[in-house]
T-cell receptor
Framework: DTAVSQTPKYLVTQMGNDKSIKCEQN?????MYWYKQDSKKFLKIMFS???????INETVPNRFSPKSPDKAHLNLHINSLELGDSAVYFC????????????FGPGTRLTVT | DQQVKQNSPSLSVQEGRISILNCDYT??????FLWYKKYPAEGPTFLIS?????DKNEDGRFTVFLNKSAKHLSLHIVPSQPGDSAVYFC?????????FGTGTSLTVIP
């Protein structure tokens, strides 16, 4: 009964491909997030989303797009993958308005070759 | 624009002693500060938080201190246990923005 789960755990793909990472939370939270942890271990928020509002970090390329089929899921789609997209991507969730108590998934290690 | 900084990438402490992890920030508008703990191949786990209106918060062996004038916070773990060995991330929040430091790897030596 994992609280926040992500699939796949590892993803290896070639430049130019389009891929998706799935995230599900069973905590009943209203808000979900995507983070990127780069090679320098720097965790940076990419998106926060609830059923009312999508907030995008302005530094995120528009090749990245979150898709939420329902409150419990926030998938990350990446188009035209580039070498620099290689990183670990973490999904997280929290109660609306309680951004400071986020629960994280185990991460997806994406490698673009 | 690294608004939250952890300048010590690693720290080793003997079991039973105190571990002190430090964090500095630049934005005086942060509302909350948090510490997360991360084991390999897992996501960060929320550990303890402190509101910007307080200067100390304690939870069992973990205490976070906030010095707003110095824009500095620290996490004290006492006594340290081998199971505390992990990477500790400092984080700060203002509005919808959330910033993490780069982490400090703590090793508690039995």
């Amino acid at each position: 009964d994992t609280a926040v789960s992500q699939t796949p755990k590892y993803l290896v793909t070639q430049m130019g491909n389009d891929k998706s990472i799935k995230c599900e939370q069973n905590l009943g939270h209203d808000t979900m997030y995507w983070y990127k942890q780069d090679s320098k271990k720097f965790l940076k928020i990419m998106f926060s989303y609830n059923n009312k509002e999508l907030i995008i970090n302005e530094t995120v390329p528009n090749r990245f797009s979150p898709k939420s089929p329902d409150k419990a899921h926030l998938n990350l789609h990446i188009n035209s993958l580039e070498l620099g997209d290689s990183a670990v991507y973490f999904c997280a969730s929290s109660q609306a308005g309680v951004i400071y108590e986020q629960y994280f998934g185990p991460g997806t290690r994406l490698t673009v070759t | 624009d690294q608004q939250v900084k952890q300048n010590s990438p690693s720290l080793s402490v003997q079991e039973g002693r105190i571990s002190i992890l430090n964090c500095d920030y630049t934005n005086s508008m942060f509302d909350y500060f948090l510490w997360y703990k991360k084991y390999p191949a897992e996501g960060p786990t929320f550990l303890i938080s402190i509101s910007s209106i307080k200067d100390k918060n304690e939870d069992g062996r973990f205490t976070v201190f906030l010095n707003k004038s110095a824009k500095h916070l620290s996490l004290h773990i006492v006594p340290s246990q081998p199971g505390d060995s992990a990477v500790y991330f400092c984080a700060a929040q203002t509005g919808n923005q959330f910033y993490f430091g780069t982490g400090t790897s703590l090793t508690v030596i039995p």
